[in-house]
């Protein structure tokens, strides 16, 4: 939906399980118009589209295309955002660090964004001022990146995305960026480490001569390219996580030229501690399900200690518990997704006073438009949270936007 006359406002369809078109086309018939009618929307209402590898196989099939272009005229919908980040499975099975596999060091991610974005330039509207979006992955899992040649790689393979997107923007005018997306234990995972790599690789003299050969424009003119084809997507909850105040990190990307592509709008676990007291496990052992990747960051007066996922965090509490030194005040903010009407949950906080800075912050100063709130663990969590359905609950969420962006 359209707010403030400025923004546009969406969900990510990652909530909804489904790796078919079948499934995804489905999901979205289905929920679109109750969503719709419990917002008492009659205008557009935008759509943050997550399509598998096998999903977007099937949907840029011409009469497939055609038949879901049909399907949006008639339902008053956009499609301004697609979520490009898991490319198999994601739901109702084990997806953990898999989700980033393919990396960016694979050209099987290039070919699967690469039509991706040919599906966007179909669906995206010809509006003036509107730009599309593609989120993905961080580079990779942080442990799989080995040597410089593995992150030069990485660069390579996406500036490669970033001449395809110029093509696109030659063919049809459509402006559509390639979002990475920072994520606590990845590559990218901090907004220091994402300024690093956009100035040491892709933003590269060197590295950008393959745009200088492939498009025959000047140096100057490449980097241009770069900058309006690649950006981050800003995600609240992975932020949040790794404790960035969201002022600060978005002053640095913008000190640093970088395009901020979308916005996600999501809300993290948050625990306040003393070392070995059992209360981390008390309270969060529930919340270490077998599906996805549940990173923690810890905060005390030493610094920041991260763990790749929440039983990890956990058994090192429980260690603690032995130690005479036990002790300290700690925070820990674990990589949950959690409803973002949430303030507070049982025994623990939440991140949504990050989230409610964020949206101040983006009501006076807009470095991008396009928000989607993205809460796709509905499936995992624990049932005294899960009080509405589906369809209610995402209606909630983007009420709970809706109403502070107006307020």
């Not at 099939?61 to 005229?73: G, I, P, S």
């Not at 983007?398 to 502070?404: C, E, F, H, K, N």
Request: aromatic content about 10%.
């Amino acid at each position: 939906m359209k707010l403030a006359q400025k923004f546009h406002l969406t969900y990510c369809s990652n909530i909804h399980p489904g790796e078919t078109w079948e499934e995804v086309h489905q999901n979205l018939a289905t929920f679109l118009p109750a969503i719709r009618q419990k917002l008492c929307l009659n205008g557009p209402f935008g759509v943050g589209l997550r399509l598998s590898a096998q999903a977007a196989e099937t949907l840029e099939k011409r009469e497939n295309l055609m038949a879901f272009q049909e399907f949006l005229a008639a339902r008053n919908c956009y499609v301004f955002t697609i979520n490009g980040f898991p490319y198999g499975v994601f739901h109702r099975a084990r997806v953990k660090e898999e989700v980033y596999l393919p990396d960016w060091k694979d050209e099987a991610r290039l070919d699967y964004t690469n039509r991706l974005a040919r599906i966007l330039s179909m669906l995206l509207p010809d509006e003036p001022d509107l730009q599309g979006s593609i989120s993905t992955v961080p580079g990779a899992f942080k442990r799989e990146v080995r040597s410089r040649e593995d992150v030069r790689q990485m660069a390579r393979l996406m500036l490669k995305q970033v001449a395809v997107l110029h093509a696109l923007r030659e063919q049809t005018g459509k402006i559509i960026s390639l979002a990475l997306e920072p994520e606590p234990c990845c590559y990218l995972e901090t907004v220091d480490e994402a300024v690093a790599f956009f100035q040491d690789y892709v933003f590269n003299p060197e590295l950008l001569q393959t745009l200088v050969d492939e498009l025959g424009v000047s140096p100057a003119q490449a980097e241009e390219t770069a900058r309006r084809h690649i950006g981050v997507c800003y995600d609240a909850c992975h932020m949040a996580v790794e404790f960035e105040e969201a002022a600060d990190a978005l002053g640095k990307l913008k000190a640093a030229g970088i395009k901020i592509c979308k916005f996600q709008i999501s809300s993290a676990l948050k625990l306040h501690f003393k070392e070995g007291d059992g209360r981390a496990e008390e309270t969060l052992l529930p919340f270490a399900e077998s599906t996805y990747l549940h990173q923690v960051v810890e905060k005390s007066q030493e610094g920041l200690v991260r763990y790749i996922d929440l039983p990890e965090g956990l058994a090192e509490e429980a260690r603690a518990r032995s130690c005479p030194k036990r002790g300290r005040e700690k925070e820990w903010r674990v990589h949950f997704h959690v409803p973002i009407f949430l303030g507070e949950m049982k025994n623990f906080g939440t991140t949504q006073d990050h989230l409610v800075s964020l949206i101040n912050f983006l009501k006076s100063d807009t470095p991008c438009p396009y928000l989607e709130v993205e809460t796709y663990t509905w499936d995992v969590l624990l049932d005294e949270y899960k009080t509405l359905d589906t369809a209610s609950a995402i209606a909630r969420e983007l009420a709970w936007v809706r109403d502070r962006i107006h307020s």
